[in-house]
């Protein structure tokens, strides 16, 4: 395997590929190799084991904190990752594909600070579809309506996906999580002394990247652009 240039398409929704594993193992040692200091962790519908969409691969770097997303963003470029539309200073978005023999597979990758809101909604969100089957059935009739409905364009795709967040998102994910990163280190006791709180309510508190000028959403980022 290897990095390549990123595919933009029409969005099409498939079943759920096996393969998407062994892409996110493959980027997980680049990243790990240019950058020891960082977890990784695959999210998004890629990581949920039958869990229809557009086959891309969505990977969250971690950095422990905020002084070290330029160094990491760095890192991610040194590996030849382009920064998307939309993408900050404080909140880096990557783009980029794997090459697997004659198969091409699109990788999304987000630079968020460890022990964040945003990380745990992203960490909670991919937890909520694997256990909760009705909320997987849901968010994949979603995704089907939208492209018969002719939302093929990537960003309206997108926006689609968003709007039944922002409304179907079920506080009965309401199990806990944290991060691979976010327990400090020389720490085993924060986690047993983190309160429990909602999935649904670690997503309504994350202001997503903006997609298209003037379109926000308050919902986690992961319905944006990173559950295909």
Not at 124 to 137: D, H, I, K, S, V
Request: charged letters at 25%; a positive charge; hydrophobic letters at 40%.
């Amino acid at each position: 395997m290897e990095f390549t240039s990123y595919r933009r398409a029409e969005a099409q929704v498939r079943d759920w590929e096996p393969a998407t594993r062994e892409v996110f193992e493959f980027v997980r040692g680049q990243v790990v190799a240019q950058l020891p200091d960082v977890a990784v962790e695959h999210i998004g519908s890629s990581s949920v084991p039958g869990m229809p969409g557009k086959g891309y691969v969505d990977v969250m770097v971690l950095p422990v904190s905020a002084a070290e997303i330029g160094s990491v963003s760095s890192g991610l470029e040194q590996l030849g990752l382009q920064h998307a539309r939309g993408s900050r200073p404080d909140r880096p978005f990557f783009l980029g594909a794997v090459e697997r023999g004659a198969r091409v597979t699109n990788v999304h990758l987000h630079v968020i600070v460890a022990d964040s809101d945003e990380a745990r909604s992203q960490h909670g969100l991919a937890q909520a579809l694997r256990n909760n089957p009705a909320l997987r059935e849901q968010y994949a009739a979603v995704k089907h309506d939208a492209v018969v409905s002719g939302a093929t364009d990537p960003t309206e795709y997108s926006i689609r996906k968003i709007q039944w967040g922002s409304t179907h998102w079920s506080a009965s994910a309401s199990h806990r999580f944290r991060t691979p990163a976010s327990r400090p280190r020389g720490s085993s006791q924060r986690a047993e002394r983190e309160p429990r709180r909602p999935a649904a309510a670690q997503a309504a508190r994350v202001v997503c990247p903006a997609i298209r000028p003037g379109i926000r959403c308050q919902v986690t980022p992961v319905l944006e652009t990173v559950a295909r």
